[in-house]
C-alpha cells in the first residue's frame, strides 16, 4: 500500500501553457516529502539522543515522515 503524496508540491505546466512554452511539465516534488524535509532539522535537532543505534539517519528520516503524515492528516480535517 503506498502513502497518500498528496500531489506535486511545485507542479509545472505542460508543455506550451503559462509563462513556460520550453519547459516540459513536471510533477515536482510531493507534498509528503516536502513536509518531510521541513520538518528533519526540527526531528534530529528533538531526536539527537532517542536513538543510541549507528542508524541514525534512517530514525530521522523515519520521524521526519511520521511528522510529514500528521501534518497531512491534520490538513484534511
Known amino acids: 500500500m503506498s502513502k497518500d503524496t498528496s500531489g506535486p508540491a511545485f507542479p509545472l505546466p505542460p508543455l506550451g501553457e503559462g509563462n513556460y ?22 526531528c534530529i535537532q528533538t531526536c539527537a539522543n532517542d536513538s543510541g543505534s549507528a542508524e541514525k539517519e534512517s530514525y530521522f528520516a523515519m520521524r ?14
Do not use: H, I, N, T
Not at 512554452?21 to 526540527?42: N, T
Not at 510529514?68 to 492528516?73: E, P, Y
Open 64 to 77: 521526519a515522515y511520521m511528522c510529514a503524515d500528521a501534518m497531512l492528516a491534520e490538513r484534511d480535517k
Open 21 to 42: 512554452p520550453d519547459w516540459q511539465g513536471s510533477g515536482g516534488l510531493s507534498v509528503r516529502d516536502y513536509f518531510a524535509a521541513a520538518a528533519l532539522p526540527a
